[in-house]
């Protein structure tokens, strides 16, 4: 099939093309259907819309397979590091060994940060949220940086995506140590990503921090599986700050602040304040889940659910066996809690009726926890996982010759016209 048929109110029929992906999903090519037809369509939360063709990520919800450039993640997470998924992501294909140790020296040769940037952040109340912090001075983040073109800066200097790549993990670390010891730990270029950033949070002023093996590896593995989700909200705000072709800092940061909601990536941090919750009232899991069916209670099971998965989370399935490795042995409460509230949910006819399994976020913040991160980090290390995606949809949708403004329309349910009533007479 590769047209469909639509019989519009005049009774004309209109013929509308159907595009089909490499794994067989079809969608219905409307851009024209407006002025064939007079007709838009309305979809409140894009559930039923794909807003773009993409050769970055594939997600099957129903069958639960997430795949970066192809490669499944499950493959990545084994073999592969964050990094390399960064370069995969962004090239659409596997560093070379020299490539990739050109690419980790790019990353590492560009971390320090500009000390106007840091002076800033301290500058901000030590209360904001780190994501706030964070997205502020990504925002402004151009100015240090004037002129760093898409793909390669002035006279070969640095890439945006590149500076922004080296330099978040720098400012993540510094947005939480700006807001509480005040201790700014450089970056190291000895140590690879995820050890770096644990040396900036964690290590004393005098030295003396290493960070545990399994820390490095729960962390890698984290950050690589956050790393793209396809159109997700966070990556819709970047595409759509970034069709207007406001600068790629100014889009990133919109996807910080996206991220953050509790819907969002901000759940991973609700999630652990949930379990702590459940502890704190005895361990009753049960009560909790009936609160979340209840429709006349607001509550939700934080990290359950997904639009698009209808089965496990493929995320979850990873990051819940990373959790079992590094915790089961110790005996972890919210590990425990978090293992029985799952077994129940996964029993109840309301979460299996709608397909409700635990997502991303259900046992990331656990780990995060017991690597010693506070849970106001949770969602800044997603947005350190997710910037990868972020910088390589942007640079599809900037590369892409058919990509034009983001401007959805509405159907208006307002007032009809009226005339306008002077101030004494209302
Ligand atoms: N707890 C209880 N009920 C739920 C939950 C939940 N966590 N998630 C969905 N439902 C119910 C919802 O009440 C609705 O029931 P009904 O049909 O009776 O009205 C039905 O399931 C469908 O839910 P929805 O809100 O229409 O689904 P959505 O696709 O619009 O929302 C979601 C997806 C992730 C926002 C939602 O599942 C949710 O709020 N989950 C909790 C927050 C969370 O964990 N967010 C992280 C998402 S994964 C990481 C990421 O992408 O950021």
């Known amino acids: 099939m590769d047209r469909v048929t639509i019989r519009a109110q005049d009774e004309d029929l209109v013929e509308v093309p159907v595009i089909t992906g490499t794994e067989g999903e079809q969608a219905l090519g409307i851009a024209h259907l407006r002025k064939a037809t007079g007709l838009v369509t309305l979809d409140p939360g894009y559930g039923n819309t794909a807003e773009a063709s993409s050769a970055i990520t594939f997600i099957n919800g129903e069958d639960g397979i997430l795949r970066y450039r192809g490669y499944p993640v499950d493959q990545l997470v084994e073999h592969s590091s964050f990094l390399e998924v960064c370069f995969l992501l962004d090239q659409g294909e596997l560093p070379s060994p020299c490539r990739l140790t050109e690419f980790e020296q790019e990353i590492r040769g560009n971390a320090s940060l500009p000390e106007g940037l840091m002076t800033l952040l301290e500058a901000i109340p030590a209360s904001t949220h780190p994501m706030q912090k964070l997205a502020a001075v990504v925002a402004v983040m151009g100015s240090y940086y ?85 159109q997700n909200l966070s990556t819709s705000a970047v595409r759509l700050v970034g069709s ?80 079992k490795d590094l915790l089961r042995e110790r005996g972890n409460p919210l590990l425990e809690t978090a293992l ?7 029993e109840d006819e309301f979460f299996i009726q709608r397909g409700i399994y635990p997502n991303v976020d259900f046992y990331s913040g656990i780990i995060y926890r017991a690597i010693g991160f506070p849970s106001k980090m949770f969602t800044v290390l997603f947005a350190l996982g997710r910037l990868p ?38």
């Open 146 to 230: 004037p002129g760093a073109g898409g793909s390669a800066g002035p006279e070969g200097g640095p890439a945006e995506s590149t500076i922004l790549l080296a330099k978040l993990p720098v400012l993540a670390a510094w947005s939480y140590r700006s807001g509480t010891d005040g201790v700014y730990i450089a970056p190291r270029s000895d140590l690879g990503y995820a050890s770096n950033f644990l040396n900036m949070m964690f290590a004393p002023q005098d030295g003396g921090f290493e960070a545990p093996e399994a820390h490095i590896r729960a962390l890698e593995a984290l950050l690589l599986l956050h790393a793209d989700h396809g």
């Open 244 to 323: 207007s072709r406001a600068e790629l800092f100014s889009a990133i940061s919109a996807g910080i602040l996206a991220l953050s909601g509790p819907l969002h990536g901000g759940a991973n941090q609700r999630v652990v304040e949930m379990l702590e919750e459940i502890l704190a009232a005895g361990g009753d899991t049960r009560s909790f889940i009936e609160r979340a069916k209840d429709r006349s209670d607001p509550f939700r099971l934080m990290g359950f659910g997904h639009r698009v998965y209808k089965n496990y989370d493929p995320r979850a399935e990873l990051i819940k066996q990373h959790a």
């Open 340 to 346: 029985r509230l799952e077994t129940e949910a996964l």
């Open 389 to 426: 995606g972020w910088l390589a949809q942007w640079r599809e949708m900037i590369d892409d010759p058919y990509s034009r403004i983001k401007r959805p329309r509405s159907i208006y349910l307002g007032f009809p016209r009226r005339d306008f009533v002077p101030i004494e007479e209302r």
